[in-house]
């Protein structure tokens, strides 16, 4: 019993590396984004509240899917404050972003579970953004009720804080492919992918907000080849090199009789304010 907890926890530690490196990262939207359904950024930017002028948080930024998106709406006279763990993440969005929304970009390289502590360092006061937003990672966090306890401190008092996750049947036509070839999907990643918004993020914003807004989306998407749904599955934290083969074998008969295979993303977006 006490080999299998140590295991998990040494498979939960690779799941958490594999989640930050860049390039999985990258990899990752390219294959969802290029065959999607629906425009997961057109979704998520038309149902929360910027307005120009905002200050936002944003946790767990990574290559900045969603940081440049917030830079255009919150216009010159805002300001993003852009945070993530891993260096070259950062320094994509560096790297991207112009000479012009430098000046509207802070830019803080720490680990979710302590991302207030180098706020002095750049002058940030509590009391500070309009909005804090998460998308796909504040389950790595720790203790996420510790996490949102205090991002809910470095809120304006009518400010909104944001978190979007997967939940519910997430990936499940593709975790059951995988669980024929045999692929074993950790309790971990299941609890993350599915799980972690009923049980963590909804019963503590009805206890610390009285505003309450649930948003869902169910994004199919198709891919149109082996190739395709191999690439995704290789950048994951699901993934298993030795079934590899077994995997392909499958995918390949599958496209004998389909011409894409379509997974599933389910999304919550949860927006919490005191109005």
């Known amino acids: 019993m006490a080999m299998n907890r140590v295991t998990e926890k040494n498979d ?6 594999r989640s930050v490196k860049t390039s999985c990262l990258e990899r990752r939207i390219k294959e969802n984004s290029s065959a999607q359904q629906t425009d997961f950024n057109a979704w998520i930017f038309g ?3 910027i ?6 948080l944003e946790l767990c930024c ?3 899917a969603q940081t440049k998106y917030f830079l255009k709406l919150v216009g010159k006279k805002g300001h993003v404050v852009a945070l993530d763990i891993s260096k070259d993440s950062l320094h994509s969005i560096e790297s991207t972003v112009s000479t012009v929304e430098h000046s509207r970009l802070t830019l803080i ?3 979710i579970d302590l991302f207030d502590k180098k706020f002095a360092l750049h002058h940030i006061q509590e009391n500070s953004f309009d909005i804090i937003f998460c998308s796909y990672g504040l389950y790595y966090s720790k203790n996420a009720h510790e996490v949102m306890n205090r991002a809910k401190m470095w809120l304006k008092p009518n ?4 978190i979007v996750s997967p939940f519910g049947p997430n990936n499940e036509p593709l975790f059951r492919l995988l669980n024929e070839c045999g692929v074993k999907i950790s309790e971990f990643i299941r609890f993350t992918s599915q799980d972690f918004m009923q049980t963590v993020v909804i019963p503590w914003g009805f206890l610390n907000f009285t505003s309450f807004s649930i948003k869902i989306l169910e994004n199919k998407i198709a891919w149109n080849s082996p190739e395709n749904v191999l690439s ?6 699901f993934y298993d090199p030795k079934k590899k083969g077994i995997v392909h074998k499958k995918l390949q008969d599958h496209f004998l009789r389909n011409d894409k295979f379509v997974n599933e993303k389910w999304v919550m977006l949860v927006i919490m304010s005191n109005e």
């Open 12 to 17: 939960n530690k690779i799941i958490k590396r």
């Open 47 to 49: 149902r929360i509240p």
């Open 51 to 56: 307005k120009p002028g905002h200050h936002i």
């Open 62 to 64: 990574g290559t900045g």
């Open 109 to 111: 390289e720490s680990d």
């Open 159 to 162: 400010g909104s804080l944001i």
């Open 232 to 237: 995704y599955w290789i950048n994951t934290t």
